[in-house]
């Protein structure tokens, strides 16, 4: 399965942008669709997940700017609102079979990733 990232780039503090993602129908089962990003300097962090059912997860950072969607078994979107300098990092698309409940915020427990696609957000 490969992942195909779209959208990032630059915009100001409070700012919204959208990213989209694609997976290949390659074969490879795909329940939970994500993002996670990664800053300079920073450990990976996974801010939004969902499930083949429509469950949706969100890290505490997030919650209430960024929204997940899903409109099928292969593409995933990240609305991202009220942007801060903080959420500055390279995201990438996850996907792969059902992850614990418990485990959905760790990036290593899907098993594909994208390349990154860069966010940057100015004071």
């Known amino acids: 399965v490969q992942l195909q990232a779209y959208g990032g780039g630059m915009v100001q503090a409070g700012g919204s942008l959208i990213l989209s993602c694609v997976a290949s129908?390659?074969?490879?089962?795909?329940?939970?669709m994500g993002w996670y990003r990664q800053a300079p300097g920073k450990q990976r962090e996974m801010v939004a997940a969902?499930?083949?059912?429509?469950?949706k997860k969100y890290a505490d950072s997030v919650k209430g700017r960024f929204t997940i969607s899903r409109d099928s078994k292969n593409t995933v979107y990240l609305q991202m609102n009220s942007l801060k300098p903080e959420d500055t990092a390279v995201y990438h698309c996850?996907?792969?079979?059902?992850?614990?409940?418990?485990?959905?915020?760790?990036?290593?427990?899907?098993?594909?990733w994208g390349r990154g696609t860069l966010v940057t957000v100015s004071s």
């Open positions: 996850a996907a792969g079979p059902a992850v614990a409940d418990s485990r959905w915020s760790d990036p290593y427990d899907y098993q594909y």
């Open positions: 129908e390659s074969g490879g089962e795909i329940n939970h």
């Open positions: 969902v499930t083949s059912a429509g469950i």
